[in-house]
T-cell receptor, first 115, second 111 residues
Framework: DTGVSQDPRHKITKRGQNVTFRCDPI?????LYWYRQTLGQGPEFLTY????????KSRLLSDRFSAERPKGSFSTLEIQRTEQGDSAMYLC?????????????FGEGSRLTVL | AQSVTQPDIHITVSEGASLELRCNYS??????LFWYVQSPGQGLQLLLK??????LVQGIKGFEAEFKRSQSSFNLRKPSVHWSDAAEYFC?????????FGAGTQVVVTP
């Protein structure tokens, strides 16, 4: 399967713990995006990378959140000192940047539950 | 900033009946518009997209959408729904490569 893969698919943690999610994009895609989706809402943009450069971060991405894409391939999203409000589905997507047309391919997501 | 609005939070439709999901966009120039579908516990799958040209676009799974500049709309349609079409549907616009999503419309299909 050459789609976008995310790991883990589900994570349950206690408040205050750190969690890390990994995303492996489609291999030739140079853009990688992170979105957050809460119940009953559409996905909300968090951040994106063009190769290894993080080009934009949403105001939703507090200081407790950090994302990296060290070699322009896979990416990690870390949440430090988790809070119950961080419970959500974290979606990763990738695209082949072509004039910013924005056709994204999504992974199945990592669902976080903070107790 | 670009945005899309999906006025209907929830729609119930009988199997075999037609379906239309509404999407309105706010953007001065011609936007890049998309419809995605999300089944329970799954990621988002692209149904169709509109960049330019023919205003009626065909997608996968028998869906189509029509871009109407005069109404700032990009409504999704399917002539005859199947039980497997039960899912959540998201309209989105591209903002310099980032997608801005609507809140979604939940579709329930009854026998």
């Amino acid at each position: 399967d050459t789609g976008v893969s995310q790991d883990p698919r589900h994570k349950i943690t206690k408040r205050g713990q750190n969690v890390t999610f990994r995303c492996d994009p489609i291999s030739e895609h140079n853009r990688l995006y992170w979105y957050r989706q809460t119940l009953g809402q559409g996905p909300e943009f968090l951040t994106y990378f063009q190769n290894e450069a993080q080009l934009e971060k949403s105001r939703l991405l507090s200081d407790r959140f950090s994302a990296e894409r060290p070699k322009g391939s896979f990416s990690t999203l870390e949440i430090q000192r988790t809070e119950q409000g961080d419970s959500a589905m974290y979606l990763c997507a990738s695209s082949l940047e072509e004039s910013g047309v924005g056709e994204l391919f999504f992974g199945e997501g990592s669902r976080l539950t903070v107790l | 900033a670009q945005s899309v609005t999906q006025p209907d939070i929830h729609i119930t439709v009988s199997e075999g009946a037609s379906l239309e999901l509404r999407c309105n966009y706010s953007y001065g120039a011609t936007p890049y518009l998309f419809w995605y579908v999300q089944s329970p516990g799954q990621g988002l799958q692209l149904l169709l997209k509109y960049f330019s040209g023919d205003t009626l676009v065909q997608g996968i799974k028998g869906f189509e959408a029509e871009f109407k500049r005069s109404q700032s709309s990009f409504n999704l349609r399917k002539p005859s729904v199947h039980w497997s079409d039960a899912a959540e549907y998201f309209c989105a616009s591209s903002d310099w490569g980032k997608l801005q999503f609507g809140a979604g419309t939940q579709v329930v299909v009854t026998p």
